[in-house]
């Protein structure tokens, strides 16, 4: 018998290309659930940013964001927008 002469090994090709694009497709599948998921915009704001990147955000957002959460109170607040130098 002549094993992988002629035409009947055309499969073995078939094969070979199958495999390769399913790992491929495994390795985007691992990467985007490394990264955090696949959905869509996941920064803060108005920017546009690519899926599963941050946008950079100014301290003065960071403190807005946790004094809208509750996790300052308004005396808080106003010190840190003070040692910030953006207080009134």
């Not at 694009?21 to 696949?38: D, K, M, S, Y």
């Not at 100014?58 to 807005?64: N, Y």
């Not at 308004?74 to 003070?82: H, P, Q, W």
Request: charged share 20%; hydrophobic share 45%.
């Amino acid at each position: 018998m002549m094993y992988g002469y002629g035409f009947n090994m055309w499969w073995m090709w078939l094969y070979g290309a199958l495999a390769v694009a399913g790992l491929v497709v495994l390795i985007v599948v691992i990467v985007r659930i490394a990264a955090g998921g696949t959905k869509g915009n996941q920064g803060h704001g108005n920017a546009p940013t690519a899926p599963g990147v941050e946008a950079k955000r100014t301290p003065r957002q960071i403190l807005d964001e946790r004094y809208a959460r509750g996790e300052l109170t308004t005396e808080e607040y106003r010190e840190r927008l003070a040692v910030l130098g953006q207080g009134s």
